[in-house]
């Protein structure tokens, strides 16, 4: 099994400790992958970048969003049918 591991950048000093992320503990091959963003405080909306990295450090997935000060929005990841072992 290969390890896999999920990185999330906020990038806004705004909102240093003032978001939430929920994730699945497991990520399957061929099942969508959702994560759920939350900025709790921040003075201006906040860009979020989420991957997705095997363990050699290399990005397999990524996506970004921008997210308003109490906002939750989703970061949708399409089907991970390209990895031969997750």
Known sequence: MTEM???????????CRTYL???P????RGADL?????ILRAS???DVRAELKD???TP?????I????????????????KFAVL
């Open 66 to 81: 921008n997210v308003a000060p109490g906002d939750e929005h989703y970061l949708h990841f399409k089907t991970l049918l």
């Open 55 to 57: 363990s050699s450090d």
């Open 5 to 15: 591991r999920q990185t999330l950048v906020v990038l806004n000093a705004d909102a």
């Open 60 to 64: 397999i997935v990524s996506n970004s």
């Open 21 to 23: 992320v929920l994730a």
């Open 44 to 46: 201006r909306p906040v």
């Open 25 to 28: 503990k497991t990520v399957r």
């Open 34 to 38: 959702t994560l759920s963003v939350s």
